[in-house]
Structures are given as structure tokens and as C-alpha cells.
């Protein structure tokens, strides 16, 4: 029996009578008639017989009923399923990103993005941006985060957006009277900042020639802490400032203004799922409220 005579069966077995069946599938009454008569010729088995004008179900056909029942209702489950998947309701994404990128920048937008997707599985893991390329490349993960634009041609980029260099003190250092900080401002200062293996750390290597760290750190949250805590400047991107965690910090304009890329990671040369697609685009809209902040800058 192929799946529709066993959604005909099935109407059959559940309803009073032939009329309802029909109704139920939306078909006239001769032609879910003509339809069982094909079914039982095909398949050898007397499924129905007329008594007093009704249609009374043989043995055969009771015995039938619970597996018959129980594959339409897995048949309804993979509808279900299949439509979800069409419109980008259900289904599994996976995220590997630079950790800033990931802990700042996604949970406040999983949550948005989970509310009307309640049947969506999402695995987000951190990474150094190398990994992140290849395991994207691989087809490990479905998209990735990182800072830069990297080079590699097993995978695609596209820009989210841009940050600043910032420097964080505390609202009583010397510099937080100052709009900005410069190069010259930083002299003679305990700075603190990304160390040589981080990933912004080449947004700043040229900075880092005229100056020294007394701290070097991985995560700039680490950073904030320390400008909290004590004497120190944190040099750092603007992301992490997003939130209000760190919002008792004075945190100035570095200039000058060195730019560093926010990109998405995107496999090449093989289709996207809905899910992805619309996980990108919900993630660019997203980031326009860092864009009126003014500490993410649109993509050019």
C-alpha cells in the first residue's frame, strides 16, 4: 500500500461512513470508492464488506488498523517537521566564533532569535580564528564568527559590521578627563591589552611598537576588570562595552581610529539551509542597535 491508500484506508477506518471519509480527504464519494476497490485488487485482501449499506470492516482490516495508524501518524510528524524546516522553524544550526564574538555579541540575539523558534537546536562553541576557517571549510559548523576578514579561499566572508579601539579606565584616572586618547597619551600609562596569539591582536600590532603592555590578556571582559580594579588603560575593541556590565568605566575613543572588521564566516560552493539564512539576516538586523550606539559601525 503506497501512502496515499493508507491515508484512504485510514479515513475509512475512523470515519461512520464513506460520505465523511470523503469529506475528511476532500474528494467525492464514487471516487473513494473506486479507490478502495483498486486498493483491495492490488493487494489481495478483502479490506470492507457492504452489509445493510454500510461498510463494515473484515478482520483483516481491524488487524491492519493500529500499524496503518500509527504510520499516518508519523507521516503527519514528518509534515510537521518538513514544514518547519521550510520555513526556517525547526532544524540545527551550528555556530563556531571568535569568544568575544560569541559571548557578547549572541546571547541576548539566541534568545530573540529562539522565541519564535522554540524547536531549533543551536550548538555555539569558541575558537582561535584559524580554527574557525577550517572547520567551517570542513562543514563542522554552518557559519562562523570572527574578527578580520581572514584569508581563505575554502570559504566565504561577508562584513556584519565594525568596531573601534577603545581606551577603559576608571572615571577617576588622569586620561577620563580627555575625548580622546592618543598614542602620546599612553606613554608612561599601565596599559593593558590583547596578547600576541588573540585575535585582535593584528588590529593593534602597529600600535603595539611604540608601546608596552604590563598586561596582556585574551579576553578583553579580563581587561575591564583590571581598568576596575586598579591604575590600568585597557586598549580594546568597543564590543565588549555593549552591554551595561562594564558601564562604571570611562571608555574613549583611541585614536588613531584603527577599524577592526566583524565577519561572518559562510561555507562556499554548497547550499545554505533556511535556518542559516535567516539566522544571518536576523543577525545584521540585530546589530543595529549597536549601530546607534556608535560602537559598532555598519559595513561599508
Sequence with gaps: MNARQLEVFHAIMSSSSLTQAARMLNVSQPAISAFLKHTEDQTGVRLFHRISGRLVPTPEAEQLFPEVDRIIGQLGILDRVTQDLRTGKAGFLSVIGNATLINVLLPDFVARFHA???????????????QIFDRVARREFDLGLVYGA?????????????????????????????????LKDLAGQKLVTYGPKTPL?????????TLDAVVEVSLPNTACLLARAGPYVALIDSLIFQGAEFSDLAVKPFVPANRIEINLVIPKDRPRSKLSLDFEAELISGLDEGFRKGLIFAAK
Design 116 to 130: 519564535n523558534r522554540p524547536d531549533v537546536r543551536l550548538r555555539l562553541e569558541t575558537a582561535y580564528s584559524r
Design 150 to 182: 581572514g584569508q581563505d579561499a575554502q570559504v566565504g566572508t561577508k562584513q556584519l559590521g565594525s568596531l573601534q579601539l577603545v581606551c577603559a579606565m576608571r572615571p577617576d584616572h588622569p586620561l577620563a578627563r580627555l575625548k580622546k586618547v592618543g
Design 201 to 209: 591582536r593584528p588590529n593593534i600590532e602597529d600600535v603595539m611598537t
